[in-house]
């Protein structure tokens, strides 16, 4: 299998699709001759054309907007948001229209298309390129929101996102686009959505992360491990919306213990959600309360970007307080 | 683009002055006409029930009629109708089933959208009607997505979209034109200028010399037409329709009306406009002034209309007796079609609401 | 003391506030001449002339954006969205500029405004006129977020919100505008912002609610005592951001069990961020998960709506749920 | 408004057949060279010290400094400036300090932002400079505001806004043209048509004959400049503001000039352009081209350029030397002014990071 770091999957995942079927269309600032600031859709536009893969004026509006109705003329639309940071001037057409363009049509009209997303900090981009806006997309009905944390996943993920019959919000993760490698299984394979991932197997704490948070949670484990003797079930959650509350329950009813890593800011991120759930439904196993480890309710910094992102030793801090309550 | 507007009949109905009629057939003026009138008694019959209180809602299309038949008869059958909330006379025109239409108003068993809507937001993939939806401009985008889609598919689809003049301050319609400049997109824009965004004036909604001039910041066609002469509006639309079929691009027809009515049945005009206003453009109402012209070419009579108007009474009336005692949705619809499949999260929603853990079940 | 309805009590608040400081201006779509859709800026423009008091174009990115400018150069704007389902083409410009203009600056520029919309649902209004977005303003870091359930608690808190120096995201209850009625103290007052009110005193279940559900969750309480035999504690939570804990917590330490209602979805809404702090906070104290009472996660409907909006049954069933935990 | 572009100086800094230069005295001549002149060394030692890593990121204004300057150059003190994040120029034209804007470079402890933006986001309400933020095209309705609301407190403040072609597609564009001219507000909007955005060419980003052609759609002035002669920038902004000052509302002035460098250090435009193209404007610069002018008018010579250059190397260096060795702020700062004050949670996440519960504090 060839080693791939995020950049290639992704790409990789686009071109299988595209060739597999010609419904699909990746379009986007700087996506098309230049094949995206990241690269992400490199090559594309030399191997299936202007017509499939193409350049947009600068308008996230109107990369989404006409995305819908391309979308509900029989396409599989794949724009590129080029920074998650980016993509609120298309709100209104992702929250009022996408979504709800299956349920207002009584279920006649349906909206199948994957925006791609880079997110996250880690790459010195201050307030405008390092969000985290998952939230925004998991409290909206009618939108699927999955995040990668390899490759491999990537790559499976993306091209079960194109192949749902939903708008799924795609957000990659950009601080280990390139830092993530990875072996690729070549061609076509898809990885299911709404299924997590048991990425590391342990007893004591549940942690549940996703995207970049994923590397520092499992970096975390290794060393509460070997320092603390404390041993972390890592679950990467791969798909936060529909979840997959089965694997996190099993998780939870086993070690009775659970931290929550996620970049995005605290207050109603999407931890609040899993927390609660888990509480509802696992009160009894609990044997700690739940600590959640995240961005902090402020606008991303620069400077500090180091300080106001969860880290390992964040992580461990919180470890230790679920163990000794 | 000059500034003049476009009008092939007076408000008498005469035909102007070297003005050249559309290649339309009496049988094509009928169906106008038909579709015209029907469009008026519907909204008046929907209007009363309203106030009766036996619907609960209703966005009329008085005095726009002409701008909405017009452009809608432009169309081949597939293309796309992009509609506002305000085109209902397009979609029956497109044969959009009036009883589909009702269900649709009561929010019934047999509404195709399920009853999640308000009134007057309907749809239907088969027709090519896009399906409507409140949020003012939004469905400009999907027109140009729909035109493009359809290009890149190699599939011979013009996507004609409705809005109004306010919705022409919403960001929506600058992306929307812009994209269908750059890409040449087959579609045609729309514009109902009634003169009015509830209560704002057109004057204060934009101080450009006029809608269709906006069109030059796009490098598409602009047209005024006068929007209460159904000949002139359908002879522009088709003009365009035929030069997006044909590779030449988007147009932006500005047609020049009024609301006659209110903004729906919410609201009361006379809060905000004088009533000799109104009457002024009553004088210029596009429905008389199109019998007008039929009569004056001898292509109706008295007789005809009489016995259009019962034909359309009793159509509206059977339609409504059908629709009018239909069940509400089941309930376990409300967590339908969120998704293509209910999900786990729903399914205990769902589960919740239908069987209540405790003893408060009724 | 006057008796006025919610309407009533938001127009004499814009009021006073314009008599008090000229550098007060209200305007929004409908807003100036005619007063407002729903006449709650009625007779502004006739006492304080079109400067103070305007029309706006039909577009919500240009009413934000104009507005964040004037409060950048001294005004104090109080912009009208008509409906919080229409915020979103804002949302860029409430999201990205206004909640951060202060952050990124340095503290050098501020950004005081009030953002009022009508949100909702109980109107017959459908997917576009009656959404409860709350929860992605309660999750942007920067802005604070006022939802009043009556018309005292309407004219004290958006007076307390025009005098905050932060944007205030101020959320009325459309259904109750007119059905709310209560007496309203003259002239100029406020409430303190972050200040929830216990409602109604009790010592089984701790309800926390807001906006029109508070009505909805007093009147289940009160069923839930005659009825039942269920003591309740009803907290009408007034701020979302930043919420008031400490009243929170003291009725929790005291009840042992917590009922959430809100109309938004449930996923991600903020009764999920009540129950995660809440159970940080108050692990021990809990004798039964947290229930939240919401609206459902799907698009609003309409004929439906009545079965989607949280009601007493509902409300009854989760409180008999958490008592026979 | 007509398409021709105005110019005032030829490529080669003679004065064009019948143009009238703008009443200028020597010592603004000095000014706006030294200004733009400085702008392109400051660009130059900036980039460097990117590829040295010794700043993360930077953006410059090679090629662009006629448009940014001459614009600038305009506005009295009490007007404000809304800037994208390509104007640095105009900042320190208004007199912020060089200090200033490499601590905000740096991110540092005497950083006004704090640290918190990326470099060249800087800002001071003092000298009535908004404060740069990334997302394109959000200020244009900032500036919108800011005119309304001088006008509004009866005060005589003109705003002027700087972006870029790729900007006039965003709604944010259409929506502030679109209320200026609803409410004649005193505002100038500044398109630096560079005919890129990152790799899109113009012709991709809209199909209008031109960005100055766009301000027909919203009634308000629109004037084409050569981007490149800074006298000719000067002299349509000015005029441009003093139509704002005296009530005659907006103006939309598209400079047309060039992106010499890359969009940011972060990109490499020969991924996408043809060198050739850069060469043909690089024999059109804005800055060579003021100089021989200057030079030809004999306010200007190799002695006094020398020495210029050399004062501003030093300037440069020794603010560079300060600003360099400042350590970052405070960890505290993190949770400041994201409210007026720190609210109980932000308290809590403040202490959870300084006084953490457990053995691992450090
Ligand atoms: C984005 C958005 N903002 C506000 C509204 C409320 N609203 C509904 S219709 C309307 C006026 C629309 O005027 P116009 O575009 O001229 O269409 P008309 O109703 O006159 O046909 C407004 C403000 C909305 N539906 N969507
Ligand atoms: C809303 C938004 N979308 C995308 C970006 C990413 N981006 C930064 S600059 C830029 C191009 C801007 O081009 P233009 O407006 O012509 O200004 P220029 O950089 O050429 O001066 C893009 C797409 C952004 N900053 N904001
Ligand atoms: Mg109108
Ligand atoms: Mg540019």
């Known amino acids: 299998m060839p080693t791939m770091n995020m950049i290639q999957a992704v790409n990789d995942a686009l071109r299988v699709e595209m060739r597999r079927d010609s419904r699909v269309v990746v379009f986007g600032e700087d996506v098309g001759r230049f094949g995206g600031v990241f690269r992400a859709t490199q090559g594309l536009q030399d191997e299936f054309g202007p017509d499939r893969s193409f350049d947009t004026p600068l308008a996230e509006a109107g990369i989404i907007g006409t995305a819908i109705g391309m979308a509900m003329n029989g396409l599989r639309p794949v724009p590129e948001i080029q920074f998650a940071d980016f993509v609120y001037p298309a709100f209104d057409q992702i929250v009022n229209e996408a979504a709800k363009i299956r349920y207002r049509s009584g279920g006649q009209f349906t909206c199948p298309m994957v925006i791609r997303m880079p997110y996250g900090g880690g790459i010195r981009g201050g307030h405008y390129h390092s969000q985290s806006p998952e939230t925004y997309f998991i409290h909206t009905a009618g939108l699927k929101v999955v995040v990668p944390s390899n490759p491999h996943d990537a790559k499976g993920l993306l091209i079960a996102s194109i192949r749902d019959e939903n708008p799924v919000i795609f957000m990659e993760p950009k601080r280990i686009y390139r830092a993530a490698k990875g072996e690729v299984e070549e061609g076509d394979y898809v990885i299911e959505l709404s299924k997590a991932r048991v990425a590391r197997i342990g007893s004591d704490v549940s942690v549940l992360a996703y995207g970049a948070m994923l590397h520092t949670a499992l970096e975390a484990a290794e060393t509460a491990a070997s320092e603390d003797g404390i041993s972390c079930e890592v679950i990467d959650l791969r798909t936060l919306m529909p979840f997959d509350i089965d694997t996190i329950l099993e998780s939870v009813r086993k070690t009775g213990r659970v931290v929550i890593v996620h970049e995005a800011p605290r207050t109603c991120g999407f931890g609040a959600e899993l927390a609660a759930t888990i509480c509802e439904k696992a009160l009894l196993n609990l044997q700690a309360p739940i600590a959640r480890v995240t961005g902090f309710d402020t606008p991303f910094p620069y400077t500090l970007e180091s300080e106001y992102l969860p880290n390992e030793k964040r992580i461990r801090e919180a470890l230790a307080g679920v163990m000794n309550f | ?362």
């Open chain 2, 1 to 362: 683009m000059s500034d003049t507007i476009l009008r092939i009949i007076d408000d008498q109905g005469k035909v102007c002055d070297d003005a050249t009629l559309p290649e339309l057939g009496r049988d094509d003026w009928y169906k106008i006409y038909r579709a015209m009138l029907f469009n008026r008694r519907l909204d008046e019959r929907m209007t009363r029930l309203q106030r009766q209180g036996r619907i609960g809602f209703y966005v009329g299309s008085l005095g726009e009629e002409a701008a909405i038949i017009g452009s809608a008869f432009a169309l081949e059958e597939q293309d796309w109708l992009v509609p506002c909330y305000r085109e209902a006379g397009a979609a029956l025109l497109r044969g959009y089933p009036l009883f589909d239409f009702l269900c649709q108003i009561y929010g019934n068993s047999e509404d195709r959208m399920k009853g999640r809507q308000m009134p007057c937001h309907w749809g239907s993939p088969g027709l090519h009607l896009a399906v409507v939806s409140s949020p003012v401009g939004t469905q400009i985008p999907h027109a140009v997505g729909l035109a493009m889609g359809a290009r890149i598919q190699g599939r011979d689809e013009v996507a004609l979209t409705f809005f109004g003049d306010g919705a022409t301050s919403e960001g929506d319609f600058h992306v929307a034109c812009n994209f269908a400049g750059v890409y040449k997109a087959p579609v045609v824009f729309v514009c109902r200028n009634n003169q009015y965004a509830i209560s704002i004036p057109l004057e204060q909604q934009t101080a450009s010399p006029s809608i269709a001039v906006k069109s030059e910041a796009y490098g598409i066609e602009g047209v005024r037409v006068d929007g209460n002469d159904v000949l002139a509006v359908y002879s522009v639309a088709q003009e365009a329709v035929e030069r997006a079929r044909s590779g030449g691009g988007a147009t932006l027809i500005e047609a020049v009306t009024y609301r006659q009515g209110a903004h729906s049945t919410s609201d009361d005009p006379r809060a905000y406009r004088r009533d000799e206003e109104v009457e002024e453009w009553k004088r210029r109402d596009p429905l008389l002034r199109f019998r007008a012209f039929l009569i004056d070419q001898e292509a109706w009579d008295e007789d005809q209309d009489e016995r259009l108007e019962k034909s359309i009474r009793d159509e509206i009336q059977s339609a409504l007796k059908q629709a009018e005692r239909l069940a509400p949705p089941e309930i376990e619809s409300l967590f339908e079609d969120v998704f293509d499949t209910v999900p786990w999260h729903l399914e205990e929603q769902r589960d919740s609401l239908l069987q209540p853990s405790s003893e408060f079940a009724s």
